[in-house]
């Protein structure tokens, strides 16, 4: 099926590391999404990927569409403490872009 | 604007009991969406209604049942609720039909027991 695979399970960094977490899949997926949860909430969209090779950027956060289709990429720079929660990839399956699935999650923590 | 509300936000039940779990949306979008998530998980599609007066089945629809009342309003139902259900529900909207994947805004979450 249509599942992606999140990569690291967890990170715990220092304050102004860089991050970087990744999405994979065996199938093709049309549109990559970034979303972030924090604690006791749903998730917020961070960036939407449409294009193979696109790379967006979103103040401190840039994610990349891979030009497989299959992977998609999120860089956080220079964390600040309010970057903790769980990182989501998501993508529709295809064909319906009502139908969208989820990775299982990347839980960043900062230390300050 | 609220955005996305749901009620209740916690929900304690007994196994076999039913309860209906309430979504609305004030921002004029035609699609809304059900989803649970499990710990150590990503969010899973229980129904979806992409317009008023349409519903259908996501990825884990067994156990429940979706009424889209009308333009705000999209309910699910657990008509005899199990310990599997157990789990926080995260009702969704978006503005869909436009042939891109729209962004879909998220309530807070109903965090369900079933003992």
């Known amino acids: 099926g249509q599942q992606l695979n999140q990569s690291p399970q967890s990170m715990f960094i220092q304050e102004g590391e860089d991050v970087s977490m990744n999405c994979t899949s065996s199938?093709?997926?049309?549109?990559w999404l970034w979303y972030k949860q924090d604690p006791g909430e749903g998730p917020v969209l961070l960036i939407a990927l449409y294009k193979a090779g696109e790379l967006t950027s979103n103040g401190r956060l840039t994610a990349q569409f891979g030009i497989t289709r299959k992977d998609s990429f999120l860089n956080i720079s220079a964390s600040i403490p309010s970057d903790v929660g769980i990182y989501f990839c998501?993508?529709?399956?295809?064909?319906?872009?009502?139908?969208?699935?989820f990775g299982a999650g990347t839980r960043l923590t900062v230390k300050p | 604007n609220a955005g996305v509300t749901q009620t209740p936000k916690f929900q304690v039940l007994k196994t076999g009991q039913s309860m209906t779990l309430q979504c609305a949306q004030d921002m004029n979008h035609n699609s809304m969406y059900w989803y649970r998530q499990d710990p150590g998980m990503g969010l899973r599609l229980i129904y979806y209604?992409?317009?008023?007066?349409?519903?259908d089945k996501g990825e884990v629809p067994n156990g429940y049942n979706v009424s889209r009342l009308n333009k705000r309003e999209f309910s699910l139902r657990l008509e005899s609720a199990a310990p599997s259900q157990t789990s926080v529900y995260f009702c969704?909207?978006?503005?869909?039909?436009?042939?891109?994947?729209?962004?879909?805004?998220f309530g807070p979450g109903t965090r369900l027991t079933v003992l």
């Open positions: 209604s992409a317009s008023e007066g349409t519903t």
């Open positions: 199938s093709i997926f049309n549109t």
């Open positions: 969704a909207s978006s503005e869909a039909g436009r042939g891109i994947t729209d962004t879909q805004y």
């Open positions: 998501a993508g529709p399956w295809v064909g319906n872009n009502n139908d969208m699935r």
